[in-house]
């Protein structure tokens, strides 16, 4: 049992090998000390979960273990063996493989050629394709993915993309597999799937590196949880002493209550605000119809491939329908692009905040203000003025907790749950009066959860009608005061009991099923 406080001695259970030691190790970037003299040790064989808000230094500890990122001072072992790695080939040869958090996939490739990238198998000097595709296959179902490894990896989901980079991991027969962030854009039979897989792999006395922001995750699978704050290093708990609230407590420095105690809009109009009709494309929506009231929290829960993310791009016009029709009080609007959603209050915090929401580039100030940009007082007969954007953005950059050295950084630097505030904020910017949220704590630390919990909130009771998709199902049933569940793309029930949101009635339906009589079925 491992209880290693603020640096307390380590207590090594009889039989336990040490793999690696990291020693000290510290990072900085310009402005940001990411890593101050970290120091604990991972076993052979052992799922040790690394835990901490964003910016905690958890990531850039795990780039620095997998050679994408060097360190300033100190030192890594391995089986008692310093290490340097001076790129990702380095930490390959030694058999660890990174699962980074963003995702690392060529779309316009096919899913063999993603698991195979840089490694093909050859055949007399020719690619051999047919094995490529058959242990694509294999590898692909160890993890449950049912989709074919011959098409391009740009028509599947977040979600599919994600496994393409779990099963190129595998691939490599890793004695060390780092996970940062696997199961963000995952169902929970997903989920149970991977932590199937990750079981096979401790038999095999392969190590996972297991990070995760869902707790209820690392409470399950973990054998050890190293907790970072701030970049330093704040003490190692064994599965035996697990406690959810003190790792809580360890993350973020203080004690944090019930992430869905806020306020709802408690009675909302019996009148339809935001109606869609028969929207769909014939391919992956078909013929939605839903209403939603004038701030009511609408959830819309679904395995991935039901069509959610895909009913999202429809409404606010990313990809075109062919049928369908949108009243906003009771008058019918046409959106045909995004730039029509926006005028006509719509916004949309999308799934991929780096590929589909901010100008990773560009500076946090432009990114929290470029949807107003040609608004007053910001712009003046076609005039922006420069001053006016980093005075408006320091007065959000305060009021959100937007953690950032000044509002000219460029958010590339940001950590993902500062980003994501960023994001929700710019929408909050051109106040809209439908908000859809489509996975809006993906990769969320507890801590900006709770603040973005809480703003949804505030945003409900402030009269804004927010729309939000998420896989987490206890995040469904604690924000939304209604539920739709989809499946292949229509939307098969409407919860509008508290007593109906269970996990076990929204992955019934889900599932496809008629009725709540699901024995036998893998869910």
């Not at 959610?308 to 609007?333: D, M, Q, V």
Request: net charge neutral.
């Amino acid at each position: 049992m491992i209880i290693n406080l603020f640096k307390e001695e380590e207590v090594k259970v009889e039989g336990e090998k040490v793999l690696i030691e990291i020693k000290e190790v510290s990072k900085e970037y310009p402005g940001v000390k990411a890593l101050k003299s970290v120091s604990f040790n991972i076993n052979e064989g052992e799922v040790h979960c690394i835990v901490g808000e964003n910016g905690a230094g958890k990531s850039t500890l795990m780039k620095i273990l997998s050679g994408v990122e060097t360190l300033d001072s100190g030192e890594i072992k391995i089986d008692g063996k310093t290490v340097m790695f001076n790129n990702v080939r380095d930490a390959l040869e030694m058999g660890i493989v990174l699962i980074s958090q963003e995702l690392n996939i060529a779309p316009n490739m096919k899913v063999f050629e993603n698991i195979f990238m840089g490694n093909e198998i050859l055949k007399k000097g020719v690619l051999d394709i047919k094995k490529m595709k058959q242990i694509s296959k294999n590898l692909l179902s160890t993890l449950g993915a049912n989709f074919p490894v011959d098409i391009y990896a740009e028509e599947l989901s977040t979600a599919e993309q994600q496994q393409i980079e779990i099963a190129r991991a595998l691939k490599h027969n890793s004695r060390i597999l780092i996970m940062d962030e696997p199961t963000a854009s995952l169902t929970e039979r997903e989920v149970e799937k991977l932590f199937e897989v990750i079981k096979e792999l401790k038999k095999k006395r392969i190590t996972i590196i297991f990070i995760s922001h869902r707790l209820s995750e690392v409470i399950k699978i973990a054998d050890k949880v190293t907790v970072l704050r701030d970049g330093a290093y704040i003490g190692t708990l064994s599965r035996d002493n697990l406690d959810e609230q003190k790792i809580i407590e360890w993350m973020v420095g203080r004690t944090i209550t019930d992430y869905y105690d806020h306020e709802y809009n408690r009675n909302l109009p019996i009148d339809k605000y935001f109606v869609v009709e028969n929207y769909g494309d014939d391919e992956k929506v078909l013929d939605v119809s839903f209403s939603a009231k004038k701030g009511e929290i609408l959830g819309i829960a679904g395995l991935v491939g039901a069509g959610r993310t895909e009913l999202c791009n429809l409404i606010f016009g990313i990809t075109k329908k062919k049928h369908g029709k949108i009243f906003f009080e009771g008058k019918e609007i046409e959106i045909k692009n995004p730039s029509d959603a926006i005028k006509k209050g719509v916004g949309y915090v999308p799934e991929d905040r780096k590929r589909h929401g901010l100008f990773l580039e560009l500076s946090v100030a432009f990114n929290l203000l470029v949807n107003v940009i040609d608004r007053g007082p910001i712009s003046r007969s076609k005039i922006v003025n420069h001053k006016r954007i980093r005075e408006i953005a320091q007065r959000v950059v305060l009021m959100r907790n937007i953690q950032t050295p000044d509002v000219d950084r460029e958010i590339k630097y940001l950590s993902g749950g500062n980003q994501q505030k960023v994001l929700v904020e710019r929408w909050i910017q051109t106040t809209p009066n439908i908000l859809f949220l489509d996975e809006p704590t993906r990769g969320i630390d507890v801590g900006a959860k709770s603040e973005i919990y809480k703003l949804i909130g505030e945003l409900a009771i402030s009269g804004v009608t927010i729309i939000f998709i998420s896989s987490d199902l206890p995040e469904v049933i604690g924000l939304a005061q209604r539920i739709l569940v989809m499946h292949k793309g229509k939307i098969v029930t409407e919860l509008t009991e508290k007593e109906e949101f269970t996990q076990e009635n929204i992955l019934a339906y889900a599932c496809g099923l008629k009725s709540l009589n699901y024995e036998g079925v893998e869910i």
